[in-house]
């Protein structure tokens, strides 16, 4: 079931993006021209977006010899 909402709303997010009518944000943003960012939209509204990977922790840098 879950795999069909997936197939249901990626087609009709490609369906507007053929047609030109597939807007970025809301539909008074701009139209979509990249068929890449059209199937970042689709993965976004079906659900499917992947998890944000944290930062690398950075190390704190020891200052230089002889620089004062």
């Known amino acids: 079931l879950e795999f ?3 197939l249901f709303r990626s087609a009709k997010v490609m369906r507007e993006f053929g047609k030109g009518e597939l807007h970025s944000g809301s539909k ?10 059209a199937i970042a939209i ?9 998890p944000k990977k944290k930062p690398a922790k950075s190390t ?9």
């Open 4 to 6: 069909r909402r997936v």
């Open 28 to 37: 008074k943003g701009p139209l979509v021209k990249s068929r890449k960012q």
């Open 60 to 68: 704190k840098k020891s200052p230089k010899k002889g620089m004062k």
């Open 42 to 50: 689709a993965m976004s509204e079906a659900g499917m977006t992947m």
